[in-house]
Antibody
Framework: EVRLVQSGAEVKKPGDSLRISCEAS????????IGWVRQLPGRGLEWMGL????????RYNPSFQGQATISADRSIGTVYLQWRSLKDSDTAMYYC??????????????WGQGTMVTVSS | DIQMTQSPSSLSASVGDRVTITCRAS??????LNWYQQKQGQAPKLLIY???RLQSGVPSRFSGSGSGTHFTLTISSLQPEDFASYYC??????????FGQGTKLQI
């Protein structure tokens, strides 16, 4: 079964650092890019960026560039989203998702269950 | 950036109704358009890719159409499990994708 399993919910204080993870299984991990999507409480989906686990080539939405870092460890099929210094405004649900490419385009066809990050003093 | 605008933002309907949601792109994107469904408390689910191609396992009451800048998602006969939020996404840009703001479908 193709799956993306994310790490558990986090409660942090402003200024804390954090790394959340997304472990892929059931397919050749280096064959697909994996992206991160943010969902603020009660709001819509925002495309943050994505990484090719095979060579760690990473693309960011300019709105998120410098705010968080995407990385990967292909040896264990895991992708990460990391913050150096969290802000209250980072409170959100974060989803990882597998991107599959076709001749007609690409889409996120497999999603993780989401990781809720709460930042509060 | 390519901006995606959905309408309406919310929609009330009944079981058995035919419902259409619209998505417009700020520039032409061919058929590089996907639709997702998100139920409360769940991760999004891919329904349609390439504007009109039904993802495996998705009921045939869902259909998509359009090209260029104007796209539609149609649910031919609403079922109770279809009440959810729906998002379009452009996949024209390989390195920067964007979602519409979402449409909440309510009873």
């Amino acid at each position: 079964e193709v799956r993306l399993v994310q790490s558990g919910a986090e409660v942090k204080k402003p200024g804390d650092s954090l790394r959340i993870s997304c472990e892929a299984s059931g397919y050749i991990v280096t064959a697909n890019r994996i992206g991160w999507v943010r969902q603020l409480p009660g709001r819509g989906l925002e495309w943050m960026g994505l990484i090719n686990p095979g060579d760690s080539d990473t693309r960011y939405n300019p709105s998120f560039q410098g705010q968080a870092t995407i990385s990967a460890d292909r040896s264990i099929g895991t992708v990460y989203l990391q913050w150096r210094s969290l802000k209250d405004s980072d409170t959100a649900m974060y989803y990882c998702a597998r991107r599959t490419d076709w001749d007609e385009g690409h889409a996120f066809d497999i999603w993780g269950q989401g990781t809720m990050v709460t930042v509060s003093s | 950036d390519i901006q995606m605008t959905q309408s309406p933002s919310s929609l009330s309907a009944s079981v058995g109704d035919r419902v259409t949601i619209t998505c417009r792109a700020s520039q032409t994107i061919g058929t590089y358009l996907n639709w997702y469904q998100q139920k409360q408390g769940q991760a999004p689910k891919l329904l349609i890719y390439a504007a009109s191609r039904l993802q495996s396992g998705v009921p045939s009451r869902f259909s998509g159409s359009g090209s260029g800048t104007h796209f539609t998602l149609t649910i031919s006969s609403l079922q109770p499990e279809d009440f959810a939020s729906y998002y379009c996404q452009q996949s024209y840009s390989s390195s920067l994708s964007t979602f519409g703001q979402g449409t909440k479908l309510q009873i």
